[in-house]
């Protein structure tokens, strides 16, 4: 097949999907739309984009993406079989609407949900099928369902034994609203004496605290793996309305990893192991020392197989049916 992946690959997670459809024998084209860069040619251009986004929902940034990614289309020339986007309420309506034109058929991704991103609601009808992370909104929009995934795996039943541990506990999150339950976290870790590691990037900010330390430049994912092999439990911490797993959960998994997560929806899924997820109270977050002192218990092979990227995949763009029930 021809498929051609559009996507804000900021994090680095989706070129693992075109690496694996490559190594599937697809002919694969990624658009990363991350590396297009937008400037205001003007101080007037800004305050014009100000005009636009308040009265007609429109965004010269996204404008712009939506051009460059069209102009790659045609620069691909064929009709590609699929078109894949994951992240399509950064590019404008308009765009959206062209890239049918481009494949025999176009498939969305969104992880993220709704209330946090609005603009998602605008370009889902502009797509022949619409996968979302996040139940509420699948239900409420008829979306099909679909987790994030495991892009990196371990076949060592216990993880501890080719890599030394030199934190119990690590998170990195972007500088958001979750940043005061993080901070009650970490003080909870401090005083049971449990070592850790928190960055939390912020692009104007660069200092570190009794508690964490903030970034202003991003880690690259390679850069984060390392930082996750060398920790013992793997800290998640939800948005506010958000319900969706983050792809911290599947890193827990993938590497066979303890994990610590505000998501309570978390117990829903068929990969729940209270031995191995501690699901805490974001009011008043206690984690005990004794959650470490266990074992980590693998989860049976058809569930893992299920979050793996070929299962996305194989849900996603081989057989893009199944809805959400």
Known sequence: MRITLISLDNWGFNEHIAITLKQDGHDVHHID???IQYKYPNPFHKIYNFILKSFFRKNLKTMHFGKKIIKNLEEIGELQDVILVI???FIDVE???KLKKYGKKTIAYFNDNTKRCPKIIQVIPHFDEVFSFEKED?????LNFATNWIYNSSSDNNNNNNVDITYQVFNIISKDGRLPILSKIANNLKLNNINYKIFVYHKKNKKKTKTIEYINEYISLSEVEQYINKSQVLLDVNRKGQNGLTFRVFESIGLR???ITTNSDIINYDFYNPNNILVIDEKKPNIPPSFFETEYENIPDKIFR????????ENVVYNSKTKFN
């Open 95 to 97: 765009s959206v609407k």
């Open 257 to 259: 990893k303890k994990l």
């Open 138 to 142: 699948c239900k409420k929009y008829n």
């Open 306 to 313: 299920k979050y793996t990227l070929e299962g996305w995949i």
């Open 87 to 89: 992240k399509g309420d």
């Open 33 to 35: 739309f991350n590396k």
